[in-house]
């Protein structure tokens, strides 16, 4: 709101003695386009209810357009049948999206881009964040900086950031960690319950040249925290300088901060706000993660669809 110079609209969530939802807009939207914020993280299902409804009112109450603006989308990683009589959450839910009336749906560095396929009737567009960590990299001085993909499926996001780098007069190469499995039928049947299992089962390895660089780990989302902190381990073991991180969606299950707070061999960790900060006791503090507003981008976004300008430049960054 403060960005565009606009007020945020009231909106009265409440739940009925029975936990069923209730969404009332507090300002008559009949013939204007309606901007609805939300991620759908945890509480995923409680966070989508909200989501949804609020869609649901707003179509009800005769807006003209609705854009959805989901930071994080849940459920993003079910995008196929890993093994048989199971679900795709991903397709399902944008049938749920769907139903519910939304004319367009913004979200930030989406998992797989493929996941626009799902939608039939909806146009769904996925920002890159990769601009809004820059100026915090290049605050650091970065010396001979190496950019890691913390696996061998990020190698196209990292040509991104090192061309935006280089934008910046700071020229980077990249690497990669790759994951050679050990016990493919015991991962196959385990990998959807424990990340760590994948870790321990597997044998990784670095392509590229880290040695007396500083070393920028690169990846879509920090879950459980198991791939940053084995890259960074492969990283130091290799004799990297300094090792940063940095993810768009901070989820952090589990113990994850905990992890990451203990993992000696990084610097510093930073995720954009696609989703809220955990709360945290004293204890679980982590002094090494910092956040970076995706504020300023969205709130582009919302500008160049209000002037119906294009959205490219914000979705494809040359690489």
């Known amino acids: 709101g403060l960005i565009l110079q606009k007020p945020i609209s009231p909106l009265a969530l409440g739940r009925f003695a029975d936990g069923e939802i209730s969404v009332q807009l507090g300002d008559n939207v009949r013939g204007k386009s309606v901007f609805i914020i939300q991620s759908t993280t945890t509480p995923v299902h409680e966070n989508l209810m909200e989501l949804l409804l609020t869609i649901s009112a707003a179509r009800r109450a005769s807006a003209f ?14 995008d196929s049948k890993a093994n048989r009589r199971e679900t795709i959450a991903a397709s399902d839910i944008a049938q749920l999206f769907e139903a519910m009336g939304v004319d367009q749906i913004i979200t930030v560095d989406l998992h797989r881009r493929q996941l626009q396929g799902f939608f039939e009737h909806t ?3 996925s920002l890159e964040s990769l601009r809004a960590v820059i100026p915090v990299l290049a605050a ?24 935006l780098l280089h934008s910046e007069g700071i020229n980077a190469s990249i690497a990669f960690i790759t994951t050679k499995r050990k016990h493919d039928k015991l991962i196959e049947f385990q990998e959807f319950s424990s990340h760590h299992v994948i870790a321990t089962e597997s044998e ?29 381990k492969i990283c ?49 503090d982590c002094d090494k993660l910092s956040y ?28």
């Not at 901070?250 to 930073?270: H, K, M, N, P, Q």
């Open 140 to 163: 650091k001085e970065l010396f001979n900086p190496v950019i890691c993909c913390a696996s061998d499926t990020g190698v196209g996001r990292a040509k991104i950031l090192k061309s």
């Open 65 to 78: 357009r609705i854009t959805a603006i989901v930071p994080y989308f849940g459920y993003s990683r079910s």
């Open 236 to 284: 130091k073991q290799h004799d990297a300088f300094r090792i940063f991180a940095f993810a768009t969606h901070g989820i952090f299950s589990e113990d994850a901060l905990t992890e990451i707070r203990e993992c000696a061999d990084l610097d510093e960790v930073f995720v954009t706000n696609t989703i809220y900060p955990p709360r945290l006791s004293d204890d679980a």
């Open 204 to 232: 990784t390895e670095i392509v590229g040249e880290v040695r007396n660089h500083d070393v920028i780990i690169l990846d879509d989302m920090i879950d459980t925290g198991s791939r940053i902190i084995n890259a960074a």
């Open 123 to 125: 146009n769904v567009e």
């Open 292 to 319: 970076i507003s995706i504020g300023p981008i969205i709130a582009e976004a919302i500008r160049r669809i209000q002037i119906r300008n294009s959205l490219s430049s914000m979705t494809h960054i040359e690489r």
